[in-house]
């Protein structure tokens, strides 16, 4: 069945920028995903990106998609603290139907 | 106005009762979504609801059942609740076919005693 697999910790300084990788393994994937959860807090989509392209940026986010490898990565520039969270990546076949999570990446950004 | 809501927030109750969480969207989407969230915090899809189908991961005990009155509202009902029921259960919300993201409530934090 489809996987997502991510690194489950990422520990990193105020300033520095944080690079959170993401695989998976459905080759139909066509929508990826980024969303971040805060403690307590429900699913915020950071940003999504589709199989026919290779690189997204928005502000302080880019992700790069190596869609050969199945390979995913989310890179904040100018981590602040307020970026501590849980990262997920997640993807789906097609728009607007059931998206499957990877564990989730914790991210701590120290100052 | 919140985009997906769900009710209550948080809800403690003994193992064997029957519970129900609700969930509404206003966004108009056609699919609406149950997820699960164990204490590892790891997400997985429980139910996918349109109008046209409903979709259940083979994994979700029969226990649990989504029970939509109308095309804004999907509940998630649970009978004879066990421990490992507690967890905590996102409701979402999407348009099929469109190149929209899925809209999350703020999670219901379910504590089986």
């Known amino acids: 069945g489809e996987d997502v697999e991510q690194s489950l910790f990422l520990s990193v300084r105020e300033g520095d920028s944080s690079v959170i990788n993401c695989t998976y393994t459905d080759s139909s994937s066509t929508y990826l995903y980024w969303y971040k959860q805060e403690p307590g807090a429900g699913l915020q989509l950071l940003t999504y990106?589709?199989?026919?392209?290779d690189m997204k940026q928005d502000q302080r986010l880019t992700v790069l998609l190596n869609k050969k490898d199945k390979h995913l990565s989310l890179r904040i520039a100018d981590t602040q603290t307020g970026d501590s969270a849980i990262y997920f990546c997640?993807?789906?076949?097609?728009?607007?139907?059931?998206?499957?999570f990877g564990k989730g990446t914790t991210l701590s950004v120290s100052s | 106005d919140t985009a997906v809501s769900q009710t209550p927030k948080y809800l403690v109750t003994q193992m064997g009762n029957d519970k129900s969480i609700k969930c509404e969207q206003n966004?108009?989407?056609?699919?609406m979504y149950w997820y699960k969230q164990d204490s590892k915090k790891f997400l997985k899809i429980m139910f996918s609801y349109n109008n046209k189908e409903l979709i259940i991961n083979e994994t979700v005990p029969n226990r649990f059942s989504p029970k939509s009155p109308d095309k804004a509202h999907l509940n998630l009902h649970i009978n004879s609740l066990e421990l490992g029921d507690s967890a905590v259960y996102f409701c979402?919300?999407?348009?099929?076919?469109?190149?929209?993201?899925?809209?999350f409530g703020q999670g219901t934090r379910l504590t089986v005693v």
């Open positions: 979402a919300s999407s348009q099929e076919g469109q190149n929209t993201e899925a809209f």
């Open positions: 990106i589709f199989s026919n392209m």
């Open positions: 997640a993807e789906s076949e097609q728009a607007g139907t059931a998206l499957i």
């Open positions: 966004l108009g989407h056609d699919t």
